[in-house]
């Protein structure tokens, strides 16, 4: 499915009334996700189109409540697809070491990531004085973004927390029953 401009404002609509739904939203799942998350808006609010269910769904806190419930039956469909995207990004890094090549894109990221939380730090050290509060709050903020960033990627690379580990190979035993 290719994703058209309706579709990420409904999508990114529905994710402002249901923060969870932003944590689906990433990889190559998001096709997959987005319109899993829509079909069962559509379908509570028995509408059409996605912006006539995303208004539904503002202004009935009835078919709010029913999208909700909705979502929390179809999460264990959505988080499947999302941790089968992760573990087919990481085959895929493993594959590139195997042949003895390095993935130049996830190291530009990361480096990339990390230049900018230091020259944001740098900055705010640098220029704290000079620089008024608001310029300094964007700019602290931004540095979050950055070491967000190398959050996730040192998540990817290594893992996450144990419990996490443990559901993700309960999910992967899941995944290899079912094919």
Not at 80 to 91: F, P
Not at 141 to 167: H, M, P, Q
Request: charged share 25%.
């Amino acid at each position: 499915m290719m994703i058209t401009t309706s579709i990420l404002q409904s999508i990114l609509a529905l994710a402002n009334l249901s923060p969870k739904i932003t944590k689906w939203l990433s990889g190559a799942s998001i096709d997959f996700v987005s319109r899993q998350i829509l079909d069962i808006a559509k379908s509570v609010t028995n509408s059409k189109n996605e912006t006539e269910a995303v208004e539904k769904l503002k202004n009935d806190k009835r078919m709010f409540f029913l999208f909700q419930r909705a979502l929390i039956n179809s999460e264990r469909e959505i988080e499947l697809a999302v941790i089968k995207d992760k573990d087919n990004a990481r085959t895929r890094d493993i594959a590139i070491v195997n042949t003895g090549r390095r993935n130049i894109r996830a190291d530009i990221m990361v480096i990339a990531a990390a230049v900018g939380l230091v020259a944001c730090l740098a900055t705010i050290v640098i220029y704290h004085k000079s620089l008024p509060g608001e310029a300094i709050g964007i700019i602290s903020t931004v540095s979050g973004i950055f070491g967000a960033c190398l959050k996730d990627a040192y998540n990817f690379e290594f893992g996450s927390s144990r419990g996490s580990k443990e559901k993700d190979q309960t999910v992967a035993s899941i995944l290899n029953k079912m094919s």
